[in-house]
């Protein structure tokens, strides 16, 4: 009864099966490297950093593993080729991203 409410609705939900097919295509198309990339680019930008520069969310290597879709062995071992080619560093258990550009460049 309502064709302004339903146009609404049907945009936002096809918005929202975008969203979704976006996130299975990168699932399925990106290496681990370039979503673990992603995602800290993402937790920066969202989140912020703290005064040290390090990334205000601490997750574990197993919430990273999990978000990026892939084993926490995996995740442990991109995050520590990230550490060794100077884009990253940690500080305690908290990432700190040295080269915001360079993972940029791997996303």
Known sequence: KNPKF??????DMARDLKEADNIIVNM????VR?????TLIY???SFGTNPDGTLSV???REDFANI??????SAIRVLSQFKKDGLISTV??????????GL????
């Open 58 to 60: 601490l997750l574990s």
């Open 92 to 101: 305690g258990k908290y990432i700190k991203l040295e080269d915001i550009n």
């Open 28 to 31: 399925a198309q990106k290496s």
């Open 34 to 38: 370039q979503r673990l990339a992603e």
């Open 6 to 11: 339903s146009y609404d609705m049907l945009q």
């Open 104 to 107: 940029k460049r791997i996303e």
């Open 43 to 45: 937790i920066h930008e």
């Open 68 to 73: 990026v879709g892939t084993a926490t062995e």
